[in-house]
Structures are given as C-alpha cells and as structure tokens.
C-alpha cells in the first residue's frame, strides 16, 4: 500500500483549490493539489466576462463600495445565500483583485477622455476622468446596480488562472495532475485525506493529510446540454455525498446561462449584453424590454432564461435541426469593440459556427438558447469552509455551499468566489491545522482502499449488457435528458416525480451493470463506470430537493407553485446519503431573518408581488431602521456592523481604499 502525506491536501486545481493552496502553503504547511488535468487547463480558464469586485475606478463604476455588491449579491441570490458569507466575499473581492494584478493578471485598464459604448440598443459617449487612467477598467455585467466586472478582454478565467498557478507553484505547493481522488478517508466523523487513482496506471494511493479540501468545481455534467467542460462531473461532491456524514446543500439550485451557443453549448459570455449586445427572435425584434423594462437583457440570468424560455414556447424561436433557438446580436457594437473586447467571442463563432458576429445585420448574429451554467449547490459547509457534520473536511469554489449565491449566482461573482474563498478559508485551514493534530490509522487507511477496491471488482464482475440493453453510457444519456427535461429551467411536482423514480430505478440498474474493458489501467470505461455511481446520486439528491422544495425561487421555477414563499421555505437544502441506500435523505436549516442584514423583499426584476411573505420581516425591517435612527452619527461601515457583524480572518480586516474617497 502507498501512502503519501501532507499537511493539506486540495483536490482540485482550479482557481479555489490553488488560491487556497497558496494560503496553506504560505502559512507554512506543506500542500498538495491533485487534478484530473493539467491545472491550467481547469474548467476556471474558460471563463470569459470577468471577475466582479467593487473598485469604483471607472466612471460607471463611481459611487460604487462593498454595500452595493452586497446588496446585488443577495438580491440576485433571492435571499436565499448566507448574508455574513456574502458580505466576507464582498470586503475581500477587491484586495482579490489587486493582489492577483500583483502577480500579473493583465487587467484592462481605464483610459482617460471620451469613450463610445452601446446602452439600450443605442450608440452613447462615457468620458473617464484624468485620474482614473490606467487603474483597472469595468462592465456592465451580472445585472449589477454598477459597473463593477473587471475583466482583462474575455479570457478572464485564462489570465487569472494562469498567474495563480504560476504563484502556485512559485511558493512550492507540490502539485499531481492526473490524478483523480475517488473516496475520501474518514474515521470517527473526521476526514484525513482520500482514496486517489493514477489516471495513466490505474495504481491507487491513498492522499493522507491533516485538512482536506474538496475544489472540484461544479457538477454540470449530470444535464444534457451544458456550458461546463466533460471534467465538470461532480465526483467530489459525490465523494463527500457517500461519507454519509458530510451533507449537500441546495443541490437543486442550479443556474441555466441565457447565451449558450446552439447546438455545441459553448458558452458566449454575458459580457456581450453587458457590452451591449441585444437578444433577438425569429422576426429579428429585441424582446426583452417587453418582459424586463428596467433591466432589459441585463436582468439575473434565471430571469433572461426563463423570458427567453417563454418567448420560444409563444412561437417566437428560430428553428433549427437542434432545436428552436434565438439570436444574440452583438454587430450593432461594432467590429473595432468585438475585435479588441470580445475576441475570444468571435474566434468561438468563427471555428464553431462558421460566422463572424461583427458583420453586421442577421449574417453575424449567434444562434442562442439557455443551457445549464452555474451549480450553486455542492459540499455545504459553514462561513469557515468547512463541513459541519465532517471534521476536517472543507470545500471552496464550485464544489461548495459557502452559500453567498443562494439559488442564483450573479454573473461575474463565481471566479471572484474562487480566490476569494480560497483567501478566507485557505486561512480557517491553515488555523485547523494548527491547532488539531492527525492520528493516522493504518488499517483504517488500508481498509478504505480496499473499499474502493472492492467498488471497481463489482463492477468488472458484473454482467456485460447484451445488445438492447442499458450500459453505462447510455444510463449517463438517460440521466442527463432526465435532468434537462424534467430538472431544467421550468419545473413542475408531476414531472419532477417521474424524473426521481426514473433516476432512482436507472441507479439500481447501473449498480448490476458491467463493462467489456476488464484492465484497471488507462481504461475510460471503467472511469464512466465509477464515476456514474457518483453523478446518479447527485442527479438524484437534485431532483429530490426540487420536487419537494413547492416555492419558486431564484433559478429553481415551479408551474404548480410560482411564489417565492417566505413564509415556509427560507431554507437551505441539506442532503445525507446511507451507504448501500437508494434515496438520499433530505433535511433543512432555516434562514434566520433576525440576523439578515437586508430582510427579504423584490429583487428588483422578475414578477412583482410574487412572494409569500413572512411576518419576521416586517419586524427585522423596523429592527434595523430603529438602530439607523438611533446611530445617527455613524458612517457605513459602523452602521453596517451595528446591523449585521460580519466574520473574516484578521489578515483581510482592512477597510478598501477608492479613488477620490480614501476608505469612506
Ligand atoms: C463557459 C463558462 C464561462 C464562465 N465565465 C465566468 C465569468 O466570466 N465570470 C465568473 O465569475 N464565472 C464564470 N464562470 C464560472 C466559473 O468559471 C467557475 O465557477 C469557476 O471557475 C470554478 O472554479 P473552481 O476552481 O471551483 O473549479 P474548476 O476550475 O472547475 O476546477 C476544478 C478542478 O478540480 C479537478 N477535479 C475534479 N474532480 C476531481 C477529482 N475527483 N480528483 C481530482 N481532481 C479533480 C479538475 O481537474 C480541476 O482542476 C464560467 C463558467 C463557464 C462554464
């Protein structure tokens, strides 16, 4: 048996496992990060619109601070993320920002004097003050109340992985790419490292580590039609599920991006709408601003997809051999815009498409339609990163339920969540670690990897399906258009149910199905084979918290109960699975609105008076206005502590300076 230790071990080396790795690293414990692929080839560098973080250097940006992120955020997250969470994340997004321009994210940069944009359909000149030349530049992205997405082009995620991995490994964390972990290693509700297989010899190790952190990023894969790239398969979500003891959160809470191009799914990044791009029907007419007055295009994205879903099923889709699409527009920017800020977009076009969206007229524009996007669910832990039911065991980024999204994320907030998380909860890691000590149990350790072991034997040993019946891949289709159909943008109790007894029916089937590859090396049938066990029980634990969640929330839209409710599900969803059981078992934790710092009211976009309100608001509401009237004195930052006192490691205290206003 080989065994390998650390002092933290992050699996995962996207942006929030390297981030963190980097904290752990620098406090002087030795780290390793594991990856399927090379780390630079995360799913992270394909984000293209940018990184949000309330600078407030540009002109469209003026005005802005850490209480309109907050506020954007929790009223895009429809008052479902964890409040003191998200208000860590928005103090700390902007020394995010400015540390990784320290290590060289090449940022676009502001340049003084008059500058030609697209508003509304409508061409308009912005001029830049003579002092803000040069500090980094913003868009209008996320339906955000400010410009506030900093961006370099659209290869955002590309620069700001590359300089984090490059800062990854100048602090020496010692990194294994092809390497999949597979079980996590627990004793006595604490976790001390996982299971890993050798994806070239198939040879399994087992990772032994103090803290173990889970940053696999999102489980995209489990749907049809994704933005998210083949890695995106949720195993360590799916790892934590099968302790038993380690809980899901919100699973359900999945987000569908507007602009997903059609059929490929490669995504188009909302910064085309928020450069000003436009969305179109089959007759060529801009339709949003009938259905979103105020935020037109720029509304959250569950909204734009959802409108957009609708406007297809009035008869306004294009069709197509894939499908009934619509038309994203961006030529009215113009060729010298999409040419130097959205390059990436149209290289995308031009390999995947066959057009150029700078033509102009229809000839340009780019066939569109919503796809899954965004898991804001995945390994729920509490502000600390950490699981509360797992000792030991954290989670940042895409894998986690941090919770500062709730059930719709804002575009731009995910890969500053990344850093961010991996700044603050690389911090509480490196705290754990000092101040628990490891005793390690070598049988114990043996024993889990023979679990495992026995895991790939069942499998080898199982009938080989003849012709006509379900392998593997084709119980991974059946999922994925159960998931789509009956999981996706619109959902009702009828359907969702057959969805569930379908899933669970095709899990017991995959459990008794074989495959015809028997090597335990390079073998990819086996991988599909393993990991599907994983990605089931996370398509079930989804499809389990929508169908008995009856609200209309965020992304997750019921037909047979279309109010936000208040009143009887503000609530996060928590998620346990038995070994050797079928179902997982569902739980809830309350939200408190005593403690919220903004009570739940309208998001400011969507359906209004939609929602089953609580009683407790109204009370939290005067609470609050009692303490600003009786504080008259105190500037935002008092008052806001007065309201709602945040948590966040003392290293990241410090108030953020602005142009023009120091730390007002
Ligand atoms: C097309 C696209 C564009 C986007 N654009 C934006 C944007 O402009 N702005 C924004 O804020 N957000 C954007 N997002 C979202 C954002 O990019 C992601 O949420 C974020 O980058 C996820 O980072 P991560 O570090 O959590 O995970 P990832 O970058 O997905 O990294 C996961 C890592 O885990 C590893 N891994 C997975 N499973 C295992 C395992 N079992 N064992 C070992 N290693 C494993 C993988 O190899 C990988 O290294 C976009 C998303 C998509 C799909």
């Not at 954007?72 to 020394?95: E, I, L, Y």
């Amino acid at each position: 048996m080989r065994i390998k230790y650390s002092d933290v071990l992050v699996i995962g080396g996207g942006l929030a496992g390297l981030r963190t790795a980097i904290a752990t690293q620098n406090r002087g414990f030795e780290t390793r990060v594991l990856s399927l692929v090379p780390v630079k080839r995360s799913h992270s560098a394909a984000a293209q619109g940018g990184m949000q973080a309330s600078l407030a250097n540009n002109v469209m940006g003026k005005g802005d601070n850490e209480d309109v992120h907050f506020a954007d955020t929790v009223k895009g997250s429809d008052w479902a993320c964890d409040q003191n969470v998200a208000r860590m994340f928005t103090h700390v997004a902007p020394k995010a920002i400015r540390e990784l321009a320290g290590w060289g994210v090449p940022w676009s940069r502001v340049r003084k004097g008059d500058k030609s944009i697209v508003r509304n359909g409508e061409r308009e000149t912005i001029t830049e003050a003579e002092d803000s030349h040069g500090l980094i530049d913003s868009r209008d992205f996320g339906g955000t109340k400010k410009w506030r997405t900093n961006f370099t082009s659209d290869a955002t995620g590309h620069t700001m992985l590359y300089a984090v991995a490059n800062e990854t490994m100048r602090v020496g964390v010692d990194i294994k790419e092809k390497k999949e972990a597979v079980q996590l290693i627990y004793k006595d509700n604490q976790c001390f490292g996982a299971v890993v297989v050798d994806l070239v010899d198939g040879s399994m190790t087992a990772y032994v580590a103090q803290a173990t952190v889970i940053a696999t990023g999102g489980y995209g894969r489990i749907y049809e039609s994704t933005t998210n790239a083949i890695i995106c398969e949720g195993t360590g979500q799916g790892m934590a599920l099968e302790t038993g003891i380690a809980q899901l959160g919100n699973m359900e809470a999945v987000q569908f991006h507007p602009t997903a191009i059609v059929p490929s799914g490669i995504l188009v990044t909302e910064g085309c709408r928020g450069d000003g791009g436009v969305l179109r029907d089959v007759d060529g007419y801009r339709f949003m601003p009938d259905y979103e007055p105020e935020k037109k295009e720029l509304a959250s994205r569950d909204v734009v997809s959802r409108r957009m879903f609708e406007h297809i099923q009035k008869g306004k889709g294009v069709p197509s051999p894939y499908g009934d699409h619509l038309w994203l527009d961006i030529s009215i920017l113009g060729r010298e815009h999409i040419e130097k800020n959205l390059r990436d977009v149209q290289d995308i076009c031009k390999s995947f498409l066959g057009i150029d969206p700078a033509d102009k007229g229809k000839k340009g524009w780019i066939p569109v339609r919503p796809m899954q996007h965004y898991s804001m669910g995945g390994v729920k832990t509490n502000y600390k990163g950490e699981s509360p039911t797992l000792k030991g065991l954290f989670a940042v980024g895409e894998a986690a339920n941090w919770d500062m999204h709730g059930f719709n994320r804002l575009g731009g907030n995910s890969v500053a969540e990344t850093v961010v998380s991996g700044m603050i909860v690389g911090e509480y890691v490196a705290d754990f670690c000092e101040s628990n000590k490891l005793e390690i149990d070598t049988d114990h350790i043996e024993e889990t990897i023979r679990d495992f072991d026995r895991q790939i034997d069942e499998i080898l040993a199982n009938p080989v399906p003849k012709d006509g019946e379900l392998d593997n891949y084709k119980i991974r289709t059946e999922m994925r258009k159960i998931m789509m159909e009956k999981v996706g943008i619109f959902r009702n109790g009828e359907d969702m149910q057959k969805g569930y007894d379908e899933l669970v029916e095709l899990y017991k089937t995959l459990l008794k199905t074989g495959i015809e590859n028997k090597s335990k090396s390079a073998n990819p049938e086996l991988r599909v084979a393993y990991r599907m066990r994983k990605m089931m029980k996370l398509a079930i634990v989804a499809t389990k918290g929508a169908l008995d969640r009856k609200e209309s929330r965020g992304a997750h839209s019921r037909t047979d109960f279309t109010k936000r409710d208040d009143a009887n599900w503000l609530k996060r969803t928590l998620a346990n699975w038995e070994k050797d059981s079928f179902e997982p078992a569902i739980s809830y934790e309350d939200l408190d609105i005593m403690s919220m710092e903004i009570p739940p009211g309208f998001r400011g976009y969507g359906v209004k008076g939609n929602t089953i309100e609580n009683s407790v608001t109204a009370e939290r509401e005067e609470q609050i206005k009692k303490i600003r009237e009786a504080n008259p004195e105190m500037d935002r930052h008092q008052i806001q502590k007065e309201i709602m006192n945040f948590d966040l490691p003392e290293k990241y205290r410090e108030k953020n300076e602005r142009l023009g206003i120091g730390t007002e």
